[in-house]
């Protein structure tokens, strides 16, 4: 698989200038993320004055001001004014206008035109016009959130030139194709920090993710302790994190997982549950899941049980589940006002098998419960159309797929970031599924490139194509450098191996680098050796210096926290392969001396290389080797020496 090279899908930051004289109306649109249902060119583009109006009133939505407000400030705006309809002052002839509110609002409604706001949740049009007598841009949602995301579609289409800052000239008609998106943090192992958390509720904001998940398995009150409430102190912390997802309009969603411990006939245990419950919905929380992941049910954990749902097995354990979660359903969130309703993972859920389990699901199981559900296996290679059909067929509704992609938290995952993009996952599933979370690593921002695709995906499955939104996602990390983004890719490619359970990955390791390597390999054995030599030289190079440029440049300071281990490894690695080359290309000249010296040397790095190791480890694997371009990089350069020594 190649991925081509792409221009910076979100503009860097710079000084205020003043706005160009000419807009123009040539050259393709920047790239928007996740792809719109429908964008296109539409006449001159939009100077950005130095003075902003900005149309709003009461129905206009709190965040999608005060982020438009800070898009316009960070991209050449040095004063930004908030007017309401129809109080535009005469001063305002010239000035960049941008209206702000519902589609239905009647300068809203009048100023888009032809372009039509979708009859969608979420939806939103939005017209950038440069014509005269004043620039204009108008942004019309269906709802809030569809207010929302029409500014995050805006922030994507500033342009930079000689004389400052413009809006590309453009119209969209744009909704989501799944009504839930986004990440559930499900792994094993150590959680992610309250800052980390943070920031991933502002990054969801950014690619139109709407739901978070939070049920780490190492919370102890999520899973073990999850009849005690949460002390002050993490209870302020879930408040404030609550805040910043509504903020961002994400959903945070609540989960607690008591199927370890719970007692489910006895009225105590289900006291203590929807009091967790109700801690949360007092902090803001208006969306709640209960897994039953995880756990046995071939033995109760009480005799009540027993006495009440009959000898443990598959049915019992369904009855046992059913009886509790219909209860949640019914007497919490159908009398909390606002609640979503309630979600569960059932016990039985990466498969396709009918079970006494699944029947008693479908059949007795709240229809307005959402069932979730991880595809074929828990790490599925693929998840097709047909198999979502036939998993709401054993759960008796559309399924809510918790995707473990690119999670890390299994022993085939050991040593490994999981930078390869989002794929494998049809085109279409938005007709057969209610929504998908992506479950990521325990490190936020190396997952943020996996999860960057699931959320495009999500958004518009038919048009999603990973070899695009891939290198996007590296440009996002990137804050739309180039070189950075160039050099991500280098690393990602090293970092490409996605493993199922079984021994097979769903994703290869090192395709570009594989494909260099072949090239190579031809080119030696045809004869064209020094050919051969310089070509790979000039991409093992790359490999040696991309860690300090990711290091040194644009890139997001948590993802080069999150990936040191690796960076140095790749560093090493590289300078290894170098080496080599060099090696190879002194024996070809009959220097045996100095093939031998470089060999020495070579051997030298390739120990350093492998005596690296992820410390201290986030993951419950420990502290492991990292695994760079395994398979690959390792075998060509055993595949040299031989050669050498042969």
Known sequence: ??????????SA???????????????????????????????????????????ADDRTDAAAQKRLVRELKSHGAERVDIVA??????????????????????????????????????????????????????????????QYYAVQTLRQLFQRDDEGWRIAGATASDFPSMPLRGTIEGFYGEPWTHAERLDQMDFYGDVKANTYVYAP??????????????????????????????????????????????????EGDRKALTSKLQSLYDLGTRAFSIPLDDISYTEWNCEGDRAKYGE?????AAKAQVDLLNDVQKNFVATHEGAQPLQMVPTEYGDLTDTAYKRTIRESLDPKVEVMWTGTAVVPPEITNEQADKAAELFGRKVFVWDNYPVNDFDNTKGRLLLAPYDKREAGLSEHLSGIVANPMNQPYASKVAVFGSADFAWNDQDYDAETSWPRALSYLAGGDEEATEALRVFADLNHMAPTFGDTPWQPQAPILRGHVEDFWTAWDDGRQGEAVRELRGYAERIEQAPATIRDGEVQKGFTVDADPWLTATHLWGQAAVTMLDALDAHRAGDEGRADQLLAEYRELREQATAVRVDPPRNSWGKAQPRIGDGVLDAFLSEAEQRIEG
């Open 13 to 55: 930051q710079a000084a205020p200038a003043p706005a160009s004289e000419e807009p123009t109306s040539e050259g393709p649109l920047p790239p928007v993320s996740p792809t719109p249902q429908s964008l296109a060119r539409a006449g001159e583009d939009a100077g950005v004055t130095e003075r902003v109006l900005v149309v």
């Open 85 to 146: 309809p129809g109080e535009t002052p005469p001063s305002a002839a010239g000035l960049l206008t941008v209206r702000l509110g519902p589609g239905d609002r009647t300068d809203i409604a009048e100023e888009l035109r032809d372009t039509e706001v979708p009859e969608h949740e979420e939806g939103y049009a939005l017209r950038v016009s440069g014509e005269r007598p004043h620039p204009e841009v108008v942004l019309g949602g269906t709802d809030a959130s569809g």
């Open 217 to 266: 398995k190492d919370d102890p009150y999520h899973r073990g302790k999850w009849r005690e409430p949460y002390p002050k102190d993490k209870l302020a912390e879930l408040g404030e994190l609550v805040d910043r997802a509504r903020a961002n309009h994400v959903r945070f969603t609540f989960a607690v997982s008591p199927g370890e411990s719970i007692c489910y006939s006895d």
């Open 1 to 10: 698989m190649a991925f081509g090279a792409l221009p910076a899908s979100f």
């Open 312 to 316: 443990p097995g598959r049915e019992a």
